[in-house]
């Protein structure tokens, strides 16, 4: 009989973002591996039986009991992992409760494969490597693209680890090149895109052109996203007298969004709303006429990929990874970052195309996520990665 591989997903707090799910319950549902999950338990969540949790709550006692648990396993069944693994954390000054509460659940369940989600923790788990785990770490978005390039002490650790990690995961060819700055070598690293839950059919969302078109961004108010090149774009619209509503959910009460938007006069015409649950998010999306992207820098955004699955047309920047799934004018339109001016233009474009071409985006849009994203391709990939590691 074939050994199962125990695959430990590791992003330090239960449950995770959408890919990481998605990534968890499908790697459950092929039967093939048992996922251990290791981390702060933020919520309740259930998965099928294949998922084992293996996380603590932030309160003192639960930690403390946690940490007992494991520290008396440990030393009656395993005392020279133990104290290997106490000797390898104080010679890195990690000799902590803190640390130890992370580390020794993973310690006493040894799965095959260690999988970090954020390759900034690196320097914590380089360790499992000393009894046998393979690490995996992935490569996405800030943990490469600039945190690095602003942090020369996180660009040491990356150049000091990166070389001895068994494989990387990358979300795009894009960040797949950063990664390389530091040491991961290309013959180690895999690209496998985000995958969506698919029908098989397009979406048949294409609406006509509206009197007041309608523009949604979605994330978090951080300068990477570019939000004030799009505000930027909006006073020239405004100044052209073309109808227009933008939103930006997310950006709810961040100051500097608000100035700016005061600041241009585009209280009447920009609405900052907060985050919203996942299912109220695809409602707004599946009802907007432009899904817009002003990012400097991404991997590949989840948020294009649902728009494209619900027929919304998209506009990106040139940014990470997005050209690797836009192609401007086919699956939707692209333009250079910070280019307020070519952001307006293009909008105001795309306001007048016709119902054919609008369809014909979205059609060619939805073909692109089932070549390259869906679910059960992520999986598959995923899984014989894993295999060879």
């Not at 003192?60 to 992992?81: G, I, M, Q, V």
């Not at 106490?86 to 992370?102: A, E, F, G, I």
């Not at 960040?175 to 013959?187: F, N, P, R, W």
Request: charged letters at 25%.
């Amino acid at each position: 009989m074939k050994k199962r591989l125990k695959i430990a997903i590791y992003s330090g707090e239960i449950p995770s973002t959408t890919f990481i799910e998605r990534l968890i319950t499908g790697l459950s549902e092929t039967g093939l591996c048992d996922i251990f999950l290791f981390g702060i338990k933020a919520r309740r969540v259930t998965y099928s039986n294949k998922v084992r949790v293996l996380g603590y709550t932030n309160s003192k006692l639960h930690k403390a009991f946690y940490l007992l648990t494991y520290s008396l396993l440990l030393f009656f069944l395993r005392r020279n992992d133990k104290k290997k693994l106490d000797t390898l954390l104080l010679s890195q000054s990690k000799n902590t409760l803190n640390n130890k509460v992370k580390c020794y659940p993973v310690l006493w369940h040894k799965p095959d494969i260690f999988h970090l989600q954020w390759a900034k923790g690196i320097g914590d788990w380089i360790w499992v490597q000393e009894f046998g785990m393979k690490l995996v770490v992935s490569l996405r978005g800030a943990h490469i693209n600039y945190s690095p390039i602003a942090d020369k002490k996180l660009a040491s650790v990356y150049c000091r680890n990166f070389p001895k990690v068994d494989g990387f995961h990358a979300v795009s060819k894009a960040i797949a090149v950063e990664a390389q700055k530091y040491g991961a070598t290309q013959d180690k690293i895999k690209v496998v895109y985000s995958g969506l839950e698919l029908t098989g059919s397009k979406p048949d969302v294409v609406r006509k052109t509206p009197a007041v078109f309608q523009v949604l961004s979605v994330g978090r108010p951080h300068w990477k996203k570019g939000y004030t090149y799009a505000l930027d774009a909006c006073k020239l619209l405004k100044d052209q007298g073309f109808l227009f509503q933008y939103s930006i959910v997310g950006g709810c009460d961040d100051i500097e969004l608000l100035y700016h938007i005061h600041d241009l006069g585009l209280a009447d015409v920009v609405e900052l709303t907060d985050k919203l649950p996942n299912e109220r998010v695809m409602t707004r999306m599946q009802n907007t006429d432009l899904l817009l992207l002003p990012s400097v820098e991404e991997g590949v955004a989840n948020v294009v990929l649902e728009a494209m699955s619900l027929g919304t047309l998209i506009l990106t920047t040139d940014c990470g990874g997005m050209e690797e799934v836009i192609i401007d004018g086919i699956t939707g339109f692209v333009v250079p970052k910070r280019d307020s001016k070519l952001i307006a233009e293009t909008i105001t474009s795309i306001s007048k195309l016709s119902e054919n071409k609008r369809n014909y985006i979205a059609t060619n849009a939805y073909q692109k996520l089932l070549e390259q994203h869906t679910k059960s391709e992520m999986i598959t990939r995923m899984y014989d990665f894993y295999k060879h590691i």
